[in-house]
């Protein structure tokens, strides 16, 4: 094993100078960070503490009463579609329905937040004021990507420290300004997809952001994830949460460990992606242009069709259907530029931390599907936008063109889709309409010869629907 800055050899840093460095170099030198006079250094950042608060409770079981009956118009024939995993089956576009404002729907807020008025603000903590902005003058150029081989292989260990790339000739001014950009967290979700995990990191780590931690959270894993990852970047944080929590409250780990970290933002990245190496980059920058910003995502392409575009951000027609944008459209560039999107998907969505203090992080209700777009949703109800990057590229290996749902996918998609239109009060037209497509689907599985091989399906969606009117929710019990 080589030298390591600061222990010795040639990263020691001592009285005793190389004649070669410049004398002003010497004076701007920091003793608390040890740097190694070579083309990768790995540069430490003093660390932050932070009291840490426990999550509020959940909230209690919701009864099937409609209790809004003042429900938006709805076109005739409007209907549920069922959902795939990752987001729905495409609809018709339109505005996003009338979201009332009302304080009771922030799943895990620690504590009352301060409201803003007038224009959205994007927090309250002292120090987001004295955030410097870089003009993006040192961005680097976006480059075209069709060859997916080239963006793994990153030998180097990510970051319980701060992960950097240095050239020959930088400066510790230039040290500093790179430790200035805004602290992001990306918080990896895995439960027995080893190989994906470690193939994430390694396109994340090919040109890894100035000012980054990498945590890997493990939901019990039966094939070695927590080791292999240990192994394999030893300086990567490792969390095992003792169990299958579920996405959103696996993720709420995460994001309480980032609250700790004082982040300003985290980025939720499924393990079996690959990404851009500079897509990070491209939503800070974004981020920090507009604060009104509460969620970005970067544009979706399929893994197996790299040129195919899988998500160019979550809409909701006026009938509470959800539908991902220019999903199975071949990228000629018509989403080339960034635009507000009502959700995005939560294969990878960037989340400002100012905003999870206000209104809460994930519901573990929904345990898995939806809970991204009820968490955008609370967000816009507090006054904040969403935003897709473009410039910011990403390739998700699930949800393929042939993909085909599970009975478990089936009721979950069902119950918490039935769960976020009450939730957020869309009112007795579309609540009863979704139940009506899931009726006619049920009939259609019983009755119909073709579909009568649906009957695993045809039971798991029957049970999504009696959970729902029990106020049953959390982990599904198959």
Same mark, same amino acid.
């Given at each position: %094993?080589?030298?390591? #800055?600061?222990?010795?050899?040639?990263?020691?840093?001592?009285?005793?100078?190389?004649?070669? /460095?410049?004398?002003?170099?010497?004076?701007?030198?920091?003793?608390?960070?040890?740097?190694?006079?070579?083309?990768?250094?790995?540069?430490?950042?003093?660390?932050?503490?932070?009291?840490?608060?426990? #999550?509020?409770?959940?909230?209690?079981?919701? &009864?099937?009463?409609?209790?809004?009956?003042?429900?938006?118009?709805?076109?005739?024939?409007?209907?549920?579609?069922?959902?795939?995993?990752?987001?729905?089956?495409?609809?018709?576009?339109?505005?996003?329905?009338?979201?009332?404002?009302?304080?009771?729907?922030?799943?895990?807020?620690?504590?009352?937040?301060?409201?803003? !008025?007038?224009? $959205?603000?994007?927090?309250?903590?002292?120090?987001?004021?004295?955030?410097?902005?870089?003009?993006?003058?040192?961005?680097?150029?976006?480059?075209?990507?069709?060859?997916?081989?080239?963006?793994?292989?990153?030998?180097?260990?990510?970051?319980?420290?701060?992960?950097?790339?240095?050239?020959?000739?930088?400066?510790?001014?230039?040290?500093?300004?790179?430790?200035?950009?805004?602290?992001?967290?990306?918080?990896?979700?895995?439960?027995?997809?080893?190989?994906?995990?470690?193939?994430?990191?390694?396109?994340?780590?090919?040109?890894?952001?100035?000012?980054?931690?990498?945590?890997?959270?493990?939901?019990?894993? *039966?094939?070695?994830?927590?080791?292999?990852?240990?192994?394999?970047?030893?300086?990567? &944080? =490792?969390?095992?949460?003792?169990?299958? @929590?579920?996405?959103?409250? !696996?993720?709420? /780990?995460?994001?309480? +460990?980032?609250?700790?970290?004082?982040?300003?933002?985290?980025?939720?990245?499924?393990?079996?992606?690959? /990404?851009?190496?500079?897509?990070?980059?491209? @939503?800070?920058?974004?981020?920090?242009?507009?604060?009104?910003?509460?969620? @970005?995502?970067?544009?979706?392409?399929?893994?197996?069709?790299?040129?195919?575009?899988?998500? $160019?951000?979550? %809409?909701?027609?006026?009938?509470?259907?959800?539908?991902?944008?220019?999903?199975?459209?071949?990228?000629?560039?018509?989403?080339?530029?960034?635009?507000?999107a009502d959700w995005v998907s939560g294969c990878a969505?960037?989340?400002?931390?100012? /905003? =999870?203090?206000?209104? !809460?992080?994930?519901?573990?209700?929904?345990?898995?599907?939806?809970?991204?777009?009820? +968490?955008?949703?609370?967000?816009?109800?507090a006054g904040f936008l969403g935003l897709v990057v473009?410039? $910011?590229?990403?390739?998700?290996?699930?949800?393929?063109?042939?993909?085909?749902?599970?009975?478990?996918?089936?009721?979950?998609?069902?119950?918490?889709?039935?769960?976020?239109?009450?939730?957020?009060?869309?009112?007795?037209?579309?609540?009863?309409?979704? %139940?009506? !497509?899931?009726?006619?689907?049920?009939?259609? +599985?019983?009755?119909?010869?073709? +579909?009568?091989?649906?009957? $695993?399906?045809?039971?798991?969606?029957?049970?999504?629907?009696?959970?729902?009117?029990?106020? *049953?929710?959390?982990?599904?019990?198959?």
């Amino acid at each position: %094993m080589g030298d390591r #800055p600061g222990r010795g050899g040639a990263g020691r840093a001592t009285n005793h100078r190389d004649h070669r /460095v410049p004398a002003a170099r010497r004076q701007r030198h920091r003793p608390h960070r040890a740097l190694a006079q070579c083309p990768d250094r790995l540069v430490q950042e003093p660390g932050h503490r932070r009291r840490t608060r426990q #999550p509020g409770r959940l909230h209690g079981a919701l &009864q099937c009463l409609l209790d809004d009956p003042r429900a938006p118009g709805l076109p005739a024939g409007a209907q549920h579609l069922p959902r795939a995993p990752g987001g729905a089956r495409r609809g018709r576009a339109g505005a996003l329905p009338a979201l009332p404002r009302h304080r009771d729907l922030a799943a895990g807020a620690s504590r009352p937040q301060p409201e803003h !008025g007038g224009a $959205a603000h994007p927090g309250h903590r002292a120090f987001d004021a004295r955030r410097q902005r870089l003009d993006g003058g040192g961005r680097q150029r976006h480059r075209a990507h069709h060859r997916l081989g080239r963006l793994g292989g990153h030998p180097a260990g990510g970051r319980v420290l701060v992960l950097r790339r240095c050239r020959d000739g930088d400066d510790a001014a230039a040290e500093g300004d790179a430790l200035s950009r805004p602290r992001v967290c990306v918080l990896i979700l895995n439960r027995d997809r080893r190989e994906d995990t470690l193939a994430c990191l390694s396109s994340l780590l090919a040109r890894p952001y100035a000012n980054l931690d990498v945590v890997v959270l493990d939901n019990a894993s *039966s094939d070695g994830t927590a080791a292999a990852v240990r192994a394999a970047y030893p300086r990567i &944080q =490792v969390i095992e949460t003792g169990g299958n @929590l579920g996405y959103a409250a !696996g993720n709420n /780990v995460g994001l309480e +460990w980032a609250r700790r970290q004082e982040a300003d933002y985290a980025l939720l990245l499924n393990e079996d992606t690959i /990404v851009d190496p500079d897509f990070i980059s491209h @939503l800070v920058d974004a981020a920090q242009a507009r604060p009104e910003l509460a969620f @970005l995502g970067p544009l979706v392409y399929h893994y197996s069709e790299p040129e195919v575009i899988q998500s $160019a951000g979550g %809409m909701i027609a006026p009938d509470w259907r959800t539908f991902h944008r220019g999903q199975n459209e071949r990228d000629h560039g018509q989403y080339a530029r960034p635009s507000e999107a009502d959700w995005v998907s939560g294969c990878a969505i960037f989340m400002r931390m100012s /905003v =999870v203090e206000r209104i !809460g992080m994930l519901d573990p209700a929904f345990f898995i599907y939806s809970e991204e777009v009820d +968490w955008c949703l609370r967000a816009r109800r507090a006054g904040f936008l969403g935003l897709v990057v473009p410039a $910011a590229r990403i390739w998700h290996k699930g949800v393929r063109r042939d993909y085909a749902p599970s009975p478990r996918v089936t009721y979950l998609s069902a119950r918490n889709h039935l769960r976020l239109l009450h939730k957020h009060r869309a009112g007795a037209r579309a609540l009863l309409g979704a %139940m009506a !497509g899931d009726l006619r689907t049920l009939a259609s +599985w019983s009755i119909r010869p073709r +579909w009568r091989d649906q009957r $695993a399906h045809r039971d798991a969606l029957a049970r999504a629907m009696v959970d729902f009117c029990r106020g *049953s929710f959390g982990p599904p019990p198959f």
